[in-house]
């Protein structure tokens, strides 16, 4: 009989190691690397709320819980260990169909192929895996208290809402825009992303090298993925701020903290700092 999503289970044994199973393991666009720096969840394309369920990409969570995956045709197997002959959980793109250590239940949201990318149900995921997934208001904490682990994500926001926007100028910041969105960035990417009030207070501190030495500072990097912690709109929707977590390709972490001001040309950074170097 089908039955309902679980809730929390016993926790996963975390393996690493390559994939010895016989079918592909995945290595393909729509499920592509969104990495783990220093064992952090990251995404190099943002989760998005769909019918009021969080969907993530399939490679992040994955990796961050240890797991293989393989991928036939929009058949989805996820697996405890690159030894595991039985997969943990299976799902179906465009289906609410899954299993569950070959137990049968239904899904509130089928898993999706967004902008040729496999976003999976987080909650469904991560619960199958023996992660305590809790909502604090507008963010989700996923949790392995076994294992000493613990990952704060904001709730993705509609697009068209002032938060959704802020996201896409976070996601233009780090050059994490999905792939079907990507441009040919301008010049000054970053300055080009700055207020323009902050623009004139920088001149007016450093002098007409302050666009490439803007540049210099935020652009001289490559960048892992990232997870937006928490961000909110102020009242009248004319400041807004956000804190986001982002994984260097060096292995390194650090949160950095973003003002934002709504200008006639849309939202605008109005400073960002870097809080937390991990």
Known sequence: MTQMPPGRRRRMRRVGGAAALPTMVLALAGCALAAAAEGELLFDVQPVTLEGRTLVPLRPISDWLG?????????????RSSIATVPQVELWVGSTRAKIA??????????????????????????????????????MKLSLPQENRMALLAIPPHPQTHL???????????????????????????????????????????????????????????????RVLD????????????????????????????????????????????????
């Not at 293989?68 to 929009?74: A, N």
């Not at 301008?186 to 080009?192: A, C, D, N, T, V």
């Not at 929707?237 to 986001?244: I, Q, S």
């Not at 260097?248 to 006639?264: G, I, K, L, M, Y």
């Open 164 to 226: 959704g926007k802020i996201w896409r100028v976070i996601e233009r910041w780090y050059d994490v825009l999905p792939p079907g969105e990507q441009q040919p960035p301008p010049e000054l990417p970053h300055w080009s992303l700055y207020s323009q009030a902050r623009q004139d207070a920088l001149v007016e501190e450093i002098g007409d090298e302050a666009p490439s030495i803007t540049e210099e500072r935020w652009g001289g990097r490559e960048v892992e993925g990232i």
């Open 102 to 139: 070959e137990a049968d239940y239904a899904l509130d949201v089928p898993p999706q192929l967004i902008n040729g990318r496999c976003f999976v149900p987080l909650r469904f995921v991560a619960e199958s895996f023996g992660v305590w997934v809790e909502a604090e208001g507008r963010q």
């Open 67 to 79: 797991a293989e995956i393989t991928y036939d045709e929009g058949h989805i197997e996820v697996y």
């Open 231 to 278: 961000g909110r709109v102020g009242p009248g929707a004319e400041t807004g701020w956000a804190d986001v977590m982002v994984g260097w390709a060096d292995e390194s972490t650090e949160v950095n903290h973003f003002e934002f001001v709504r200008e006639p040309r849309g939202w605008r950074v109005d400073g960002v700092t870097t809080v937390e170097p991990q």
